[in-house]
């Protein structure tokens, strides 16, 4: 069976930094960001919007990219997990994470950052019931999320300190 696939040229800007690639309309953002960009912090896991391991932000706002086209992304801003090398919010949540052992395998951590990096852009001194909103669709198998919970608050206090 030929099945013939459209292809289209698409311009993303991820990190900050605009990248063009030639796709399938059925290819989806972590596939491009994975393979067409070599971004693999962003991590698949279910392909159902479950468990949060592929989160990014798409124009501020998480989504899970195992369930978005890429071809909706086109002329959009993509932040991943790798931007938080030149993200002060980003790398302040990494450095909490570490700091209260909100982290063991690290699979699902990428997805939980750039949850909690939205959170953070929303609400500067969250409660617990905020943290706990914007992680719901993220699923840690490892820690539990007491530990991820102190760490949200101590990088918010931290931030806070500092502006």
């Keep these: 069976m030929n099945v013939n696939t459209q292809l289209s040229d698409i311009s993303i800007v991820v990190n900050g930094e605009c ?10 953002l972590i596939d491009v960001l994975r393979n067409e960009f070599g971004l693999t912090g962003t991590k698949r896991s279910c392909d159902a919007e479950v468990c949060g391991a592929c989160t ?33 919010v980003m790398s302040a949540i990494q450095t909490a994470f570490v700091k209260h052992g909100a ?3 690290g699979f699902c951590t990428p997805g939980m950052i750039v949850a909690i990096r939205a959170l953070l852009t929303r609400h500067s001194a969250p409660t617990v019931e905020q943290i706990k909103h914007y992680l719901h669709g993220n699923i840690c198998r490892c820690t539990g999320y007491q530990k991820i919970i102190e760490a949200v608050q101590d990088t918010a206090r931290t931030l806070n300190e500092n502006s």
Excluded: F, W, Y
């Excluded at 990248?19 to 989806?28: E, F, V």
């Design 56 to 88: 990014v932000l798409v124009d501020g706002k998480p989504v899970s990219s195992c369930s978005t086209l890429a071809m909706e992304c086109e002329g959009a801003s993509v932040q991943t997990i790798e931007s938080a090398k030149n993200d002060e």
């Design 19 to 28: 990248k063009n690639a030639t796709i399938s309309h059925r290819d989806l």
């Design 103 to 105: 982290l063991q395998c």
